[in-house]
């Protein structure tokens, strides 16, 4: 079964830190460029953070430029955010997701992403 399953959100307070994980599994996802994205309570999902296959590109948004990094590690199928600097607005769930094999460039729209994990949530409190 081909899958992704995010973990590490929690509830913290405004400056800590959090690194969420997502592990994929059930094809080689070494190919595939994948993200991360958030959904609050009455807005959009949006892409937070994005890395190519091989990891040698990535992309942030503008909100969390300098505080949240993207890594992934293809030997053991896993993409990770780190947050640092942890702010209210940060408050979402955050769902990691997978474009198709072959797929190792960046894109930012959900369009671009055809598998996803069921989501974590994060609550940073003032």
């Known amino acids: 079964q081909v899958q992704l399953v995010e973990s590490g959100g929690g509830l913290v307070q405004a ?3 959090l ?3 997502c592990a994929a599994s059930g094809r080689t996802f070494s190919s595939s460029a994948m993200g991360w994205f958030r959904q609050a309570p009455g807005k959009e ?3 937070v953070a994005a890395i190519s296959g091989s990891g040698s590109s990535t ?3 503008d909100s969390v430029k300098a505080r949240f990094t993207i890594s ?3 030997a053991k199928n896993t993409v990770y955010l780190q947050m640092n600097s ?3 607005d940060d408050t979402a769930v955050y769902y990691c997701a997978a474009r198709s094999i072959g ?3 960046i894109v930012t ?3 671009g992403y055809g598998l996803w994990g069921q989501g974590t949530q994060v609550t940073v409190s003032s």
């Open 15 to 17: 400056g800590d830190s």
């Open 19 to 21: 690194r969420l994980s």
């Open 45 to 47: 999902r949006d892409v």
């Open 59 to 61: 992309y942030y948004a």
């Open 72 to 74: 992934r590690d293809n």
């Open 86 to 88: 942890l702010k209210p």
């Open 103 to 105: 797929s190792r460039y």
């Open 109 to 111: 729209s959900t369009s």
